[in-house]
């Protein structure tokens, strides 16, 4: 177990180092804005006619939110956190707000992918009609991407099928990577605390 830890260049100590703690929080900070920017083009564009139709929030439209605002926000604090950890080494109160801020982030990030990916399947499965719920027009078809012959659904149900998987297949691509990220940056924080096997060939290798 020494041997995979040890070594300048491989094994999790490596993930100590400043320079790479410092482009992990980075690259957290670019994936929490990207995923802020995709939730808000989802619920302007397709979510928010959805939702408004009928009063009602469905499954989807509350995943995305979760993933905007909360996997999005608490991904660029993990990043900011990470990256003072790597200018302040010694801060053990970072040490800890970095662990603590990595693994809930970790956890959030890892249910929002798996939760877009179910909202995805359910939405496949059934062709849309889970988008449109709202629309209380009886010449609803059967797929959500065939057009309807009258004017009584208050939003445009050709699009909404086609533009939320569009958008969504990136949110979960960037849910998961945040939740690697996070985990990164948490297994980094535990060698810092001196906490886990890694801890001891990391603190050899500083001496």
């Keep these: 177990m020494a041997g995979g830890c040890g070594g300048p260049r491989r094994g ?33 564009s397709v979510l928010r006619h959805v939702a408004g139709a009928s009063r009602a929030v469905t499954p989807e439209y ?10 999005g ?14 200018h302040n080494l010694s801060r053990a109160a970072l ?3 970095l662990l603590s ?16 990916a179910l909202a995805i399947a359910l939405t496949i499965h059934s062709r849309g009609m889970h988008l449109v719920m709202g629309c209380n027009s009886s010449a609803l078809p059967a797929d959500a991407r065939a057009a309807i012959a009258t004017n009584d659904c ?16 990136p949110s979960m691509l960037l849910a998961a990577a945040e939740a690697v990220l996070s985990g990164r940056c948490c297994l980094v924080a535990l060698i810092f605390r001196g906490i886990g096997p890694c801890a001891h060939s990391y603190g050899k290798e500083q001496v």
Excluded: K, Q
């Excluded at 926000?73 to 790597?86: D, F, P």
């Excluded at 801020?101 to 877009?116: D, E, K, Q, R, W």
């Excluded at 208050?154 to 998987?165: E, G, S």
């Design 154 to 169: 208050p939003f445009n149900t050709t699009r909404i099928y086609d533009t939320a998987l569009a958008l969504w297949f």
């Design 12 to 44: 999790l100590g490596t993930l100590a180092e400043p320079r790479r703690l410092m482009r992990a929080g980075l690259g957290l900070i670019v994936l929490g804005h990207a995923s802020l920017v995709l939730g808000a083009i989802v619920h302007g």
């Design 95 to 97: 040490h800890w707000t």
């Design 73 to 86: 926000l608490l991904s660029i604090t993990v990043g900011i956190v990470a990256i003072l950890v790597s």
């Design 101 to 116: 801020v990595s693994l809930l982030n970790c956890l959030l990030s890892t249910a929002c992918s798996v939760g877009l």
């Design 62 to 71: 509350a995943v995305a939110n979760v993933v905007s605002v909360g996997s």
